[in-house]
């Protein structure tokens, strides 16, 4: 089974700065997908960045940037230019490529906050 | 975006009684999933669904059922209460390939007193 690992329960960022989210996943598939997911108080799950293990090319979304290790299994999401509406829980999720019935599972999640 | 809406948006209820939680979908996408999420946890599936009438059990399926008798509603029910079920519920669909992810409801925070 795979799993995915978020060992950082919370980080704070100065608004404007950068900061680094992590994560780690463990599987035994060649084919995957890789996802981050924003959750700001309202509780909305909002996708923010998606990965598609075969693609070495790291996937970027505006201030949203990821860096994918595929031999590590590391999958850390950078957010540029931080603003006070980053603040959120963010989640780590993976799914396999196998087919459309394939369940996404979640990391534990992080909690970022960002001083004014 | 598919419309995916969940209700009730909050309930406390007792513990022992049954509780019945609603996701609509507007869009006939298949497969759609229940997941319930808590401090520590993160999100973790309870019961999935593949088509009318079918449906498997994810990794915390105990005390929970499912029913799917049209392709738009899911249906989560706790059959009988318990503290430990106090958690916010999700209900998501798979609007197409392994590459979407998946497409969130609003949640329902459900508190067993």
């Known amino acids: 089974a795979q799993t995915v690992t978020q060992s950082q329960p919370e980080m704070s960022v100065q608004e404007a700065e950068t900061v680094t989210l992590s994560c780690t996943y463990d599987?035994?598939?060649?084919?995957?997908?890789l996802f981050w997911y924003k959750q700001p108080p309202s509780r909305q799950m909002i996708l923010v960045i998606r990965q598609e293990a075969y693609k070495q090319q790291n996937a970027t979304e505006n201030r949203f940037s990821v860096n994918f290790q595929k031999a590590a299994k590391s999958f850390s999401l950078k957010i540029s230019d931080s603003q006070l509406g980053d603040a959120a829980m963010y989640f780590c999720?993976?799914?396999?490529?196998?087919?459309?019935?394939?369940?996404?599972?979640f990391g534990k999640g992080i909690t970022l906050s960002v001083r004014p | 975006d598919a419309g995916i809406t969940q209700s009730p948006r909050h309930k406390v209820t007792e513990t022992g009684t049954p509780v019945t939680l609603r996701c609509h979908q507007t869009?006939?996408?298949?497969?759609m999933y229940w997941y319930r999420q808590d401090p520590g946890h993160g999100l973790r599936l309870i019961h999935y669904s593949y088509g009318v009438k079918d449906t498997d059990k994810g990794e915390v399926s105990d005390g929970y059922s499912v029913s799917r008798s049209k392709t738009e509603d899911f249906l989560l029910t706790l059959e009988s209460a318990t503290s430990s079920q106090t958690s916010v519920y999700f209900c998501?669909?798979?609007?197409?390939?392994?590459?979407?992810?998946?497409?969130f409801g609003s949640g329902t925070r459900l508190t067993v007193v």
């Open positions: 599987t035994s598939e060649s084919d995957y997908y």
């Open positions: 869009e006939n996408h298949r497969y």
């Open positions: 998501a669909i798979s609007e197409g390939g392994p590459d979407y992810g998946y497409t």
């Open positions: 999720a993976y799914r396999s490529a196998s087919g459309a019935n394939s369940k996404l599972t």
